[in-house]
């Protein structure tokens, strides 16, 4: 069983950035594909970002592509997404979660485990 802990989100104005962090644990870090989900409120959780195994590819939700940007680092067992250009709409709980088998998805029924979710909320 693989856990991830998910931190970083705050209270933001509309306009800023802020950085999601997710640590995971266990030794096999890098054989996980990994994804962000957000679930606002009133709303279905839905597909932010999924990043593979190496970092070398990525793919973004349309309504966060060129604000969101999603990297790893394997040595460190941490998945990060930082956001810019927030605005309210972006206000959810954020959840990272971890595919242990096939390409990176945007569906959420394709990930195994999950972080317990930090929320970010963007005033207007």
């Known amino acids: 069983q693989v856990q991830l802990v998910g931190s970083g989100g705050r209270l933001v104005q509309a306009g800023g950035s802020l950085r999601l962090s997710c640590l995971a644990s266990?030794?096999?870090?890098?054989?996980?594909?990994m994804g962000w989900f957000r679930q606002a409120p009133g709303k279905e959780r839905e597909f932010v970002a999924t990043i593979n195994r190496n970092g070398g590819n990525t793919y973004y939700a349309d309504v966060v592509k060129g604000r969101f940007t999603i990297s790893r680092d394997n040595a460190k067992n941490t998945v990060a997404l930082q956001m810019s250009s927030l605005q309210p709409e972006d206000t959810a709980v954020y959840y990272c979660a971890a595919r242990m088998t096939g390409s990176f998805s945007t569906f959420e029924s394709a990930y195994n485990y999950w972080g317990q979710g930090t929320q970010v909320t963007v005033s207007s």
């Open positions: 266990g030794r096999t870090f890098s054989s996980y594909v």
